[in-house]
């Protein structure tokens, strides 16, 4: 299976080119200010692309996901996409996993304290994980300095075949730690906040292949 990996387009999605295939994850921070209109016009685009399974969690920036009610969300998303908040799906034996959770900064949305309260969450990651989405990056793993120690820990539990994950800008790229291959599939470049100036694409979509019958050592890149 083929599995196209971005993140943090924050509205700058339409101006990306994609070649069509099977599975493609969007890793949060769809919007830049987190209204509903940017969420809608992202899904029409995110509907639109030429693969066959789509995925996305929200991101800290994603402040009308983390308010809408499930009967909301049922109604919003259209039957081809499939959203995870905490939960996951099968596709094709391949077990994905997903949250918008990150650590707690400046009361954005799907924040949560470090320690003991976002230690829940990471608790609830199945150790049969192929595949792990959330919005932040693990502690010391293309995060300058911003990843969650606990989610790291769990990590190392769990050790999924692939964590994709965004949040950190400037960061687009794989590292690999123990039998896990770390993506971090953010899109957009990092801002000096001195400066006047908005969000470029830099990154890359990164894409992978993997097999469900075979382990952890035969991941193509």
């Not at 509903?36 to 969690?57: A, H, M, N, R």
Request: aromatic residues 10%.
């Amino acid at each position: 299976m083929d599995i196209t990996f971005i993140s943090d387009t924050h509205g700058l999605h339409d101006r990306l080119k994609l070649n069509p295939g099977t599975v493609l994850v969007h890793a949060g921070d769809i919007t830049e200010y987190g209204t509903e209109e940017e969420g809608v016009e992202f899904l029409d685009w995110f509907t639109s692309q030429p693969f066959t399974y789509k995925i996305f969690i929200g991101g800290n920036h994603d402040l009308f996901l983390e308010s809408l009610t499930l009967r909301e969300m049922k109604k919003l998303i259209s039957a081809n996409i499939i959203y995870l908040q905490n939960n996951g799906t099968v596709i094709e034996g391949i077990k994905f996993w997903g949250s918008p959770v990150t650590p707690y900064f400046l009361g954005m949305a799907f924040n949560e304290r470090e320690g003991k309260e976002i230690s829940k969450t990471w608790n609830k990651i199945p150790f049969d994980t192929d595949i792990l989405i959330t919005h932040g990056p693990p502690k010391g793993i293309l995060d300058s300095g911003m990843g969650c120690d606990e989610l790291l820990l769990q990590i190392n539990k769990v050790r999924p075949k692939i964590h994709c994950f965004g949040h950190v800008h400037g960061h687009n790229g794989m590292e690999s730690y123990n039998t896990t291959k770390f993506i971090n599939a953010s899109m957009v470049n990092r801002l000096n906040p001195l400066e006047n100036a908005t969000y470029k694409l830099i990154g890359k979509p990164i894409t992978c292949l993997l097999l469900p019958t075979i382990d952890t050592h035969s991941i193509n890149l």
